[in-house]
């Protein structure tokens, strides 16, 4: 667009961050601060009304599909409210903008982004799962008895979880978080916020993994 392209001719900061400075970031807060709540108190009641109310979906697959509904209100609370995150790419630095961010280490941030983001999954495969096995003929190879599929979501569930783990135990805040702060790239955002986690030194890096 024209305004991308002036931006970059005009540009003061590496990788295009003028345009996250001047406005892209101040546009995401106010995204998230005018869908949240039009997600929460409208979009996702009215879809448990048509769920509970106007449709013949079998009671083990509209109890799943409720909880995934609640799970997606949940989730847009989380990032449209409380733990706003914005990521400063390409640099390895997440900007929290949020009403509850904090001084909180960035492991257990971490773990609260994967706990919120995973948990919205695992009802709605469930919800595949059991409409997949109802539409099979009964002679079909593929159909699962009840404890196969108890199993199977066993399964999923808990490759699906043990990502909260992964993600707190792998993220740790780089020992050069400060020096990466003053640089002029990234000194701005301290005036939207100062809660800023910093990954690594340089672009594309993912963090200090450990065994």
């Not at 295009?16 to 709540?37: E, M």
Request: with cysteine.
């Amino acid at each position: 667009s024209f305004y991308f392209s002036v931006t970059a001719m005009n540009a003061t900061l590496n990788y295009g961050l003028d345009v996250d400075r001047d406005g892209l970031l101040a546009l995401s807060i106010t995204i998230r601060q005018i869908a949240w709540p039009i997600s929460v108190f409208i979009v996702h009641p009215f879809s448990l009304f048509v769920l509970l109310r106007k449709t013949d979906m079998d009671k083990d697959c509209t109890i799943a599909y409720a909880v995934h509904t609640i799970l997606m209100m949940i989730f847009d609370v989380y990032h449209g409210l409380l733990h706003q995150i914005y990521a400063l790419l390409p640099c390895p630095i997440l900007l929290c903008t949020g009403i509850l961010c904090s001084s909180q280490s960035p492991r257990f941030m971490m773990s609260l982004i994967a706990l919120v983001d995973t948990s919205v999954i695992i009802p709605y495969l469930f919800v595949i799962m059991r409409m997949h096995q109802k539409i099979l003929i009964q002679s079909s190879s593929l159909r699962l008895s009840n404890r196969s599929q108890a199993l199977a979501m066993f399964s999923l569930a808990s490759m699906i979880m043990a990502m909260v783990y992964t993600f707190g135990a792998w993220s740790k805040e780089s020992s050069a978080r400060q020096s990466v702060l003053q640089t002029p790239d990234v000194a701005w955002a301290q005036s939207y916020t100062h809660h800023i986690v910093v990954f690594g030194e340089r672009e594309n890096e993912i963090g200090e993994f450990r065994n």
